[in-house]
DNA sequence: CGCGCTGGGTTGATGTGTCAACCCCATCCG
DNA sequence: CGGATGGGGTTGACACATCAACCCAGCGCG
């Protein structure tokens, strides 16, 4: 049974259920910041994290390790933010620039930070409650680990970049 | 409490699992779609919504409501998965055309589906379980059922197109 | 009739993500 | 010394999503 590929009614019923509630999540809080704040998601998590560095500024490198972003992604993006004069690339004494807040890129983390924590909490922490949200915690735990297993499994040791 | 914005250090973790489990999951089950069979989830959506509708035909309007699509994504995904053969648009005696699955496309979607329905069970079904496959299903349909809630709430009753 | 509204659908501009190729410097090893 | 390797980072081309503007047929109503 566990052999068979196909899905019952009810793994189809919940699977899609998952699918749904995430992509509405998902593009309902990303409308809402743009709107209210013109940023995107993306520009949120890289604002959070460099804003959570206390010194305001890590390298491109960390913030990929942070976000599990593809570093080509990140340089685009960078880019852009810089564009917008929310980061700064600044040089350093060593190799590689270091990425900055600006003055505007931290006023507008703190401006939606209150506004998207709230969202978070009214759609999705309160609406689950402390037990839900316990076990789906630990369950993406489990589906990550099951990934990361699957990942190993189909690139056979010894390959790089895979 | 509940009016408190801010989560604190458990809810955070769940959430910051909920949303790299999120994003792993996806870009795992795109990225295998890709390379195996060069479909994206957006094509995989499509046909999969078309081959179930036992005709194989619909009309660019069902499938957005099915999808949940904004229609201009609709029309152009639509658009560049005809060039690729995989639908077509015929006109029919009703005023707008039908969107209709081809052979290749019917063909790409019974090739794919196995692997891609196996996939979700080894790495998401199978490692949660029943029981917290079901507590996850319905939670979905209350956060769902929160963002209806939100929806109404942020936009005043008689208010169009919001 | 004529006028405007609505709703399905298309279009173009723009921002974003991904892939593959590349650059550069450091380090390793012959 | 000198080439190979690898890792951080950039670039360009392309696929994709979103927004706003538009097209057009049908309908309602003056």
Same mark, same amino acid.
């Given at each position: 049974?566990?052999?068979?590929?196909?899905?019952?009614?009810?793994?189809?019923?919940?699977?899609? !259920?998952?699918?749904?509630?995430?992509?509405? =999540?998902?593009?309902?809080?990303?409308?809402?910041?743009?709107?209210?704040?013109?940023?995107?998601?993306?520009?949120?998590?890289?604002?959070?994290? =460099? !804003?959570? #560095?206390?010194?305001?500024?890590?390298?491109?490198?960390?913030?990929?390790?942070?976000?599990?972003?593809?570093? #080509?992604?990140?340089?685009?993006?960078? #880019?852009?933010?810089?564009?917008?004069?929310?980061?700064?690339?600044?040089?350093?004494?060593?190799?590689?620039?270091?990425?900055?807040?600006?003055?505007?890129?931290?006023?507008?983390?703190?401006?939606?930070?209150?506004?998207?924590?709230?969202?978070?909490?009214? =759609?999705?922490?309160?609406?689950?409650?402390?037990?839900? =949200?316990?076990?789906?915690?630990?369950?993406?735990?489990?589906?990550?680990?099951?990934?990361?297993?699957?990942?190993? !499994?189909?690139?056979?040791?010894?390959?790089?970049?895979?």
């Amino acid at each position: 049974m566990a052999d068979e590929p196909w899905l019952d009614d009810d793994e189809q019923k919940a699977w899609r !259920s998952y699918l749904l509630m995430r992509r509405t =999540l998902e593009s309902h809080l990303e409308r809402h910041l743009q709107r209210e704040f013109g940023l995107s998601g993306s520009d949120f998590e890289i604002l959070v994290n =460099l !804003s959570e #560095s206390e010194t305001g500024r890590m390298r491109a490198f960390e913030l990929g390790e942070a976000t599990q972003w593809e570093k #080509s992604r990140m340089s685009h993006h960078l #880019s852009r933010m810089e564009k917008r004069g929310l980061i700064r690339k600044e040089a350093c004494d060593s190799r590689y620039p270091e990425i900055a807040l600006t003055e505007a890129g931290r006023a507008a983390i703190e401006a939606c930070a209150p506004a998207h924590a709230g969202r978070v909490r009214e =759609l999705f922490v309160d609406v689950l409650g402390a037990e839900r =949200l316990e076990t789906l915690g630990r369950a993406a735990q489990d589906v990550l680990a099951a990934i990361d297993d699957h990942k190993r !499994s189909t690139c056979p040791p010894g390959v790089t970049g895979c």
